[in-house]
């Protein structure tokens, strides 16, 4: 049953979720198998696929400063929002093409860039189309779509893996169907509103003052941000864990259904409610969740508690991420929006870069459970710097 609040969303927030549904179809339906492919088929090591995974969300990192920055200058957000979404979808086939790993860090890289591109300015087209008072709601109505990609993606993995007898390929080959069609309802169902191109912005390069003049509330964030990052490294580290528990390779795509089912039903609600209570308590229990999801994961006999522990971290997710972006549109002024969205996910990509390579280290070098336990630590001192840095009106 739709509730009033999302009855209240312009058309348009539901038109953008419905797009980063599709979007997240095709990649999650890449993502789930990707890991195994790596390792299975092309014979990587884990440290190969932590740098591929890490440098793939940097590189979408930097293009979304950069992107949110155009954004904001010119005035302009759906045009950014539509190359990225295109250049996304036509990187699905290099990955159905690839002979070798750098094959698919060039797939992977071509993947983020158009991620980059699109990400800031769909973020910030998201605060441009919601009333400030729904803009919990409105985050996490787009999250909670987008994750419904990201798990029927996986389902729709498993399936043609048992149709085609574990044909990596064709399942790559047909991600692109989903793609192409999320880009066609962004261009025919998305109307961006009219707002004046910003005149008083920083030319190229950006300077450093003018990003930090942003605001110490806005710092907050990114430091609690980058801190989450460092804890919850790339979820390849999780289909991995799956595959070294048992769980046969047909069916690995589930582990991040299970997650992605709870991130979607969580997602929504947790935004909504931090509307009415605040966000202190909220992103707390967050971090949370994610330490006692690092320790299952960590001591797991089975890929049964794998599957537990994917579902603790989808919770995680659906009381965090929404609410970081809820932080970030709060925290910055409404002009340097898209570049505000764009320092975020600079920063948080550095850090998801590091986490990857370093959860790919100590799995190579101490086995899984070294890995998890190590976001565990990491978790726990965001914990304590969250509640410094969150005061309670945020």
């Known amino acids: 049953m739709v509730s009033p609040v999302t009855q209240k969303l312009p058309m348009g927030i539901w038109a953008l979720g419905f797009v980063s549904l599709l979007m997240d179809v095709s990649s999650e339906m890449i993502h789930a198998l990707l890991p195994a492919f790596l390792v299975s088929v092309l014979g990587a090591s884990m440290v190969t696929v932590g740098v591929i995974e890490g440098l ?7 293009t ?21 979404y295109g250049i996304s979808a036509l990187s699905k086939p290099l990955f159905a093409l690839a002979p070798g790993a750098s094959w698919i860090l060039g797939a992977r890289l ?13 973020d910030a087209l998201v605060g441009d189309l919601a009333p400030p008072h729904l803009w919990g709601a409105a985050y996490g109505l787009r999250q909670s779509l987008d994750t419904v990609g990201a798990f029927a ?34 261009v025919l169902a998305v ?52 595959q070294d528990a048992g ?12 997650m992605n089912v709870v991130y979607s039903v969580t997602a929504y609600p947790m935004g909504a409610l931090s509307d009415r209570v605040g ?78 390579v370093i959860a790919g280290l100590l799995w190579d070098s101490a086995g899984p459970a070294a890995t998890f336990f190590g976001g565990a630590v990491f978790t726990a001192m965001g914990l304590a710097g969250a509640m410094m840095l969150v005061g309670r009106r945020v």
Do not use: C, N, Y
């Open 279 to 356: 966000k202190r308590m909220i992103l707390g229990a967050g971090f949370g969740v994610l330490i006692i999801a690092d320790l299952v994961l960590a001591g797991a006999p089975d890929f049964w508690w794998v599957l537990a522990g994917a579902a603790l971290w989808g919770l995680h997710m659906g009381m965090t991420q929404g609410l970081l972006a809820t932080l970030v549109a709060a925290t910055a002024p409404a002009p340097l929006r898209g570049s505000a969205f764009g320092v975020f996910h600079l920063v948080t990509g550095i850090a998801l870069l590091v986490a990857s």
């Open 153 to 186: 993606g996986p389902l729709l993995a498993i399936a043609l893996m048992a149709w085609s007898a574990d044909d990596f390929r064709l399942v790559f080959w047909l991600a692109m169907l989903p793609a192409l069609m999320a880009v066609g309802v962004l």
């Open 56 to 62: 793939g969300e940097a590189t979408a990192s930097l």
């Open 64 to 84: 979304k400063m950069i992107s949110g920055w155009v954004s904001d200058r010119l005035g302009k957000r759906k045009f950014l929002a539509v190359l990225g």
């Open 191 to 242: 109307k961006e509103p009219a707002r004046p191109p910003a005149d008083k912005l920083p030319r190229l390069p950006i300077q450093w003052r003018d990003v930090a003049a942003i605001g110490g509330k806005f710092w907050g964030v990114i430091a609690i941000g980058a801190v989450l990052t460092l804890a919850r490294f790339s979820e390849a580290f999780l289909i991995l864990r799956a």
């Open 247 to 258: 769980l046969p390779l047909a069916w690995l795509p589930a582990v991040l259904v299970v």
């Open 110 to 122: 071509a993947d983020r860039l158009g991620k980059g591109i699109r990400g800031a300015p769909r």
